[in-house]
């Protein structure tokens, strides 16, 4: 079964790792191999067909090495490549299943979500939460200055609160704000600190604990790859979201995804 040489996490770039942060604060050890596609990034202003080709490849290449459980550490991809596109029986976790479980066990009235341009322009993941929660009310609002600047590994709290600032300046009212991009997972206190009365649910959060759940994952290294030509870029950030954990934190560049 999946899970002999670990996790594997995917994503156009460094939001990823906050899944994966997510995954070693549960377990320090587990072997963790990262795959960013920042040749491709950002891939919140491409086409769904392009994203789902860009996933389903990087997954591809996570499975052909032994890896598992694979996640799709990025929104986006998850609604470009869905469920039932996937192999029967593949052992892939998206970051849509364990948000629409969640949000049908609290029952909020009104959710609000933030994501990308793509992600919000699809109309995709909106659908889903919908068929899943009919009694929700649920809106939508793209963020897409706050997924460059925590790509970018060099955010301020300042810079952060402003950008969210903007963002939800935008939103209506809501019981719930589902950060339904994994980069917002590296600033979750910055929302949490302006939404006040209403809760901020961190995707990464759950889905890592499906991911530990999914199998036994043998302790191991921490491996970060890109097909980005900027490994300074990934670099940064992981140093932001990742060092604070203590693993070695060294990116290498591999060959790029392909679409077909």
């Known amino acids: ?75 986006t991809g998850s609604v470009a490549w869905p469920a039932e596109e996937r192999p029967a029986g593949s052992d892939v976790i998206d970051m849509l299943a364990p948000v629409r479980a969640e949000i049908a066990r609290r029952a909020p009235e009104r959710v609000l979500v933030l994501a990308t341009r793509a992600t919000v322009d699809s ?28 790509e970018q590994g060099n ?45 901020v649910l961190d995707p990464g959060v759950l889905v890592a604990r499906r991911a530990l759940a999914a199998g036994p994952i043998p302790a191991g290294e921490l491996r970060l790859l890109t097909t980005g030509r900027d490994l300074r870029r990934l670099r940064r950030a992981a140093l932001r979201i990742l060092g604070h954990l203590g693993r070695p934190v060294r990116v290498e560049r591999v060959e790029e995804v392909v679409a077909p």
């Not at 080709?53 to 694979?70: K, S």
């Not at 600033?187 to 006040?196: A, I, K, Y």
Request: aromatic share 6%; proline share 3%.
């Open 1 to 75: 079964m999946g899970g002999l040489k670990g996790i594997g996490c995917f994503d156009s770039g460094a939001g990823g790792l906050t899944v994966v942060r997510r995954i070693l604060q549960e377990r320090p050890d587990a072997a963790v191999t990262y795959l960013a596609d920042g040749i491709h990034w950002p891939y919140g202003e491409r086409s769904m067909a392009q994203v789902g080709g860009f996933t389903r490849r990087g997954v591809e290449r996570l499975e052909a090495e032994g890896l598992g459980p694979v996640v799709i550490a990025c929104n």
């Open 123 to 150: 109309g995709r993941y909106l659908s889903a939460m919908q068929a899943a929660c009919p009694a929700t009310h649920f809106t939508q609002v793209a963020a897409q200055d706050l997924v460059s600047l925590v």
């Open 155 to 199: 955010w301020t709290q300042d810079s952060a609160l402003a950008s969210a600032r903007s963002a939800l300046a935008k939103a209506p009212r809501a019981d719930l704000v589902v950060l339904a991009c994994t980069h917002f997972g590296a600033v979750t206190e910055v929302f949490e600190e302006l939404l006040g009365d209403a809760r």
